[in-house]
C-alpha cells in the first residue's frame, strides 16, 4: 500500500510558476500509474497530468504546453512544473497512484487506488 504526500502549493501571480512534488512513502513497482488531479471550490475533481511506468504522459488540454510531469523512481517522487500560471489553476492539487497493469496513463480518477492528502495552489490576477 502506498502513502502519498504532496508539498510544493503556494500563492503565486498570474504568470507565475511552481513545482510541486508527491513522495511516495512505500511505492511498489505494481503502481504502475500515477497521476495529479485538481479539484476547485465548488467543481468536480478534474486530473491534470498522469504518467505511465514506461515515461509515456497524458495532460489535460487546459494544461498541454504549461505543465510537465516527471518522476524520479530512485527517490519515489512525482513532480508538476507548473509554469505560466493562471487563476483557473486555482485549486487543490493531489497525487495519486494506481494498482494493476495499464497501457495508457490515465486521467480517470477511478482507477486510482492511492490518494494523497493534496496541497493547495492558488493564482492571484
Known amino acids: 500500500q502506498a502513502r502519498l504526500q504532496e508539498s510544493g502549493g503556494g500563492s503565486v501571480q498570474y504568470g507565475g510558476s511552481l513545482r510541486l512534488s508527491c513522495e511516495a512513502s512505500t511505492y511498489t513497482p505494481g503502481q504502475k500509474v500515477l497521476g495529479w488531479f485538481r479539484q476547485a471550490p465548488g467543481k468536480e475533481r478534474e486530473g491534470v497530468a498522469s504518467?505511465?511506468?514506461?515515461?509515456?504522459?497524458t495532460y489535460a488540454d487546459s494544461v498541454k504546453g504549461r505543465f510537465t510531469l516527471t518522476k524520479d523512481n530512485a527517490l519515489n517522487t512525482l513532480y508538476l512544473q507548473m509554469n505560466n500560471l493562471k487563476p483557473e489553476d486555482t485549486a487543490m492539487y493531489y497525487c495519486?497512484?494506481?494498482?494493476?497493469?495499464?497501457?495508457?496513463?490515465?486521467?480517470?480518477?477511478?482507477?486510482?487506488?492511492?490518494w494523497g492528502q493534496g496541497t493547495q495552489v492558488t493564482v492571484s490576477s
Open positions: 504518467i505511465l511506468n514506461d515515461g509515456r504522459t
Open positions: 495519486a497512484a494506481a494498482d494493476g497493469t495499464y497501457a495508457y496513463p490515465s486521467l480517470r480518477s477511478h482507477i486510482y487506488d492511492y
